[in-house]
């Protein structure tokens, strides 16, 4: 389950939109779409929830902060970030770029999603998620 913290930008096809105005609209029960790797991939679900640990990711010149279940692409296969060493290169949406990670300890709001679409791919801050796990381990 691909969370990240309250006021993420997400990428949206009219540009990187913050978490919350996304849920605002989901919530009133306008179409909410991310992008995704090949086409937007429509919000069907999401929710609230706290979370007591975060990961900070910096990838190229992006930082956001996340749950560690939160998913980023290594290899082809989206893998919980919590489990990916500092200094990996991970998938964005226009290439690679090296990722550095640390924990930390801090209780925040994370926004959980579903999304519907061919690839249940998305874009946070410019880095590939997922919303469903396909492996944990690297």
């Known amino acids: 389950v691909t969370c990240t913290v309250e006021?993420?930008?997400?990428?949206?096809?009219?540009g990187p939109t913050d978490s919350r105005i996304l849920m605002d609209r989901f919530e009133?029960?306008?179409?909410?779409?991310?992008?995704?790797?090949?086409?937007?991939e429509q919000l069907i679900g999401a929710e609230?929830?706290?979370?007591?640990?975060?990961?900070?990711?910096?990838?190229?010149?992006?930082?956001?902060?996340?749950s560690g279940s939160h998913t980023v692409c290594v290899d082809g296969?989206?893998?919980?970030?919590?489990?990916v060493p500092s200094g990996t290169l991970v998938e964005t949406r226009t290439g690679y770029a090296v990722m550095h990670r640390e924990t930390l300890q801090k209780?925040?709001?994370?926004?959980?999603?579903?999304?519907?679409?061919?690839?249940?791919?998305?874009?946070a801050?410019?880095?590939?998620?997922?919303n469903a796990v396909k492996s944990f381990t690297t």
């Open 125 to 130: 801050m410019g880095v590939l998620t997922h």
């Open 7 to 14: 006021g993420t930008l997400i990428d949206t096809p009219d």
């Open 107 to 123: 209780r925040c709001r994370v926004l959980r999603v579903h999304l519907f679409g061919p690839s249940h791919e998305y874009s």
């Open 48 to 66: 609230w929830h706290w979370v007591s640990q975060v990961e900070r990711l910096t990838v190229g010149d992006q930082t956001f902060e996340c």
């Open 28 to 40: 009133s029960g306008e179409p909410v779409y991310f992008t995704g790797r090949k086409q937007p």
């Open 77 to 83: 296969q989206h893998i919980w970030c919590s489990r």
